[in-house]
């Protein structure tokens, strides 16, 4: 009798586990076509915004950041678009593209966008030291002209 049931939970085991195999065969295809249709739909969506910023320049600043910088950039430099980075992960693609593979101190920053490539320029040190410390806003943003206009070379 004892040997009946240890191979009575014998097969309850293989078949437990066998009947898991097959939930995983047949949901994977569902998983595997699903990530590759929503793949496919995020690189369109981030594809046209490339597109769209092609050969312009994008201020990325976080939302944590208690300096305004967009007064500067609409007075100055009404081209180069402003763009906040919030504290959680964004759900918008192409700021999570254009944020990827960034340290954590990494903002603010400028990128320029040229035939699907981004160029960067951090300025957290510039930002952290002349904003933060010394409170000189006219040498920050004389930082950010000398990097505006090297990066405006770049094609």
Excluded at 90 to 119: C, E, W
Aim: hydrophobic share 40%.
């Amino acid at each position: 009798m004892k040997t009946i049931s240890k191979f009575v939970k014998f097969l309850g085991i293989v078949f437990g586990f066998l009947g898991f195999l097959l939930v995983l065969l047949l949901v994977s295809p569902w998983i595997y076509v699903k990530n590759r249709i929503w793949g496919r739909k995020l690189r369109k969506k981030i594809k046209a915004q490339l597109k769209k910023y092609d050969g312009k320049i994008i201020f990325l600043y976080g939302e944590y950041h208690t300096f305004d910088f967009e007064w500067y950039f609409q007075k100055f430099h009404p081209d180069i678009t402003c763009l906040q980075v919030p504290n959680h992960p964004p759900m918008d693609p192409f700021i999570l593209y254009l944020s990827a593979r960034n340290p954590p101190k990494s903002l603010p920053q400028l990128v320029k966008v040229t035939d699907g490539h981004t160029f960067k320029k951090t300025h957290y040190s510039s930002f952290k030291y002349y904003i933060r410390k010394q409170k000189d806003v006219i040498r920050f943003f004389e930082l950010m002209e000398r990097s505006i206009k090297n990066l405006q070379e770049i094609e």
